[in-house]
């Protein structure tokens, strides 16, 4: 238990964000799953891996399959529709005692 570390990530499921870093650079897309045990992301149509599939059940005609693989959390950014591109985000806790993501370029709010 030694190296039993807490991961956090910045992205939730369903954000809009932009790759910074890999093949993919410059993409934005959105946050199909958030795997915050594994550190990573998966984003819709970035790291594009191909799978041969064999016919089953669930699939009656086998082939090549592109799917999404996850990436790292530390590659992406969340986009702010109001400037236009992958920032930092802050936390704030409102009067209302609720606490939101916000943009640390333009004071956005992410979380209504």
Not at 81 to 87: A, S, Y
């Amino acid at each position: 238990m030694a190296n039993a570390e807490i991961k956090k990530l910045h992205v939730k499921k369903g954000d809009t964000v932009v790759v910074i870093s890999g093949k993919d650079k410059g993409k934005k897309s959105k946050v199909l799953i958030a795997l915050p045990k594994d550190g990573k992301v998966l984003v819709e149509g970035v790291n594009m891996s191909v799978k041969h599939k064999k016919p089953g059940k669930n699939m009656q005609q086998g082939g090549i399959i592109h799917q999404e693989s996850a990436i790292f959390g530390s590659k992406v950014m969340l986009w702010c529709d109001k400037c236009k591109k992958g920032v930092r985000l802050g936390h704030r806790i409102l009067d209302d005692k609720s606490k939101v993501r916000y943009c640390k370029s333009c004071g956005e709010v992410f979380d209504k």
